[in-house]
């Protein structure tokens, strides 16, 4: 059972907007996640600025990842009396200029002194056509843009006491919003990858009752780094080319990784919320 989604369920009366990466509520798109001390980070691993930062484009990532425009953003933060207040400014500096980036406005939120550092972020974004999860057909190509399995190996640099580039996928995701505003016609589902290759397309494929025949094997370095913030997409294999295309214009590699097919989807990784 994936108790993340069995919990969420429970507290939804409308079971069909839930199981994306965002609601869907006319062209508006609503998402959220948080970002805690002690579970997605350490703060000697990274600065306030780095924090702020990346709390907020992981935010970012599950409108693009529903070919949505991030337009608004709602943040909550919980800090621990001892931050000073150059270390608020950094932190504040991160979020700011993530959201300045994406052309989102920070419209308000809430602020409480906590024992550690904890963030809450809720994107307001739009779409008139929303890349949902749903819709994967047996014979569809599943594939993921870029490189994966560098968020894991660093994340084990620093866990054993090292450092990392500050441009590290681990502290700063790189966004595919180009390759997916223009693919997305081609498109039957997708998601961004946060917990993992294994994990992820499980979760599509167990969404859509379906399998997945794998290309080759996977090392589990590489299937089970999360956080990585790539895109998952499915499509139909005729149009593989068109989207070939769209790869080389954006600059966007990607890699074709299975095919979906009738049977059940099975997560090789550990689970990395519960």
């Given at each position: 059972m994936n108790i993340e989604n069995h919990f969420i369920a429970l507290m939804s009366q409308?079971?069909?907007?839930?199981?994306?990466?965002?609601?869907?509520?006319?062209?508006?798109?609503?998402?959220?996640?948080?970002?805690?001390?002690?579970?997605?980070?350490?703060?000697?691993?990274l600065s306030s600025y780095q924090i702020g930062y990346k709390a907020m484009i992981i935010n970012i990532s599950d409108a693009i990842a529903m070919n949505a425009k991030p337009k608004y953003a709602l943040v909550g933060v919980a800090m621990p009396r001892s931050m000073s207040l150059h270390d608020m400014g950094e932190l504040s500096r991160g979020m700011r200029e993530c959201a300045d980036t994406f052309g989102v406005e920070i419209i308000g939120g809430d602020t409480i002194s906590n024992v550690k550092l904890d963030l809450s972020v809720t994107i307001i974004s739009k779409s008139k056509h929303p890349l949902m999860r749903r819709g994967l057909r047996a014979g569809d190509l599943i594939a993921h843009t870029g490189q994966i399995g560098e968020s894991l190996r660093h994340l084990r640099y620093l866990m054993a006491g090292g450092k990392v580039n500050s441009?590290?996928?681990?502290?700063?995701?790189?966004?595919?919003?180009?390759?997916?505003?223009?693919?997305?016609?081609?498109?039957?589902?997708?998601?961004?990858?946060?917990?993992?290759?294994?994990?992820?397309?499980?979760?599509?494929?167990?969404?859509?009752?379906?399998?997945?025949?794998?290309?080759?094997?996977?090392?589990?370095?590489?299937?089970?780094?999360?956080?990585?913030?790539?895109?998952?997409?499915?499509f139909n294999p005729i149009h593989k080319q068109a989207l070939m295309r769209i790869s080389?214009?954006?600059?966007?590699?990607?890699?074709?990784?299975?095919?979906?097919?009738?049977?059940?989807?099975?997560?090789?990784?550990?689970?990395?919320?519960?």
């Open positions: 409308k079971r069909s907007r839930i199981g994306d990466d965002g609601a869907v509520l006319g062209e508006w798109v609503y998402s959220k996640d948080i970002f805690f001390e002690n579970v997605h980070f350490k703060r000697q691993w441009q590290s996928r681990f502290v700063r995701p790189v966004l595919r919003e180009k390759f997916i505003q223009k693919a997305r016609p081609y498109l039957r589902c997708g998601m961004d990858i946060s917990d993992g290759l294994y994990s992820d397309a499980g979760k599509l494929c167990s969404l859509n009752r379906l399998g997945i025949q794998w290309k080759s094997k996977l090392h589990k370095n590489r299937a089970c780094s999360g956080e990585e913030y790539e895109m998952l997409i499915a080389k214009l954006t600059r966007t590699p990607f890699s074709i990784i299975g095919t979906a097919k009738r049977g059940k989807a099975v997560n090789r990784c550990k689970a990395h919320h519960f």
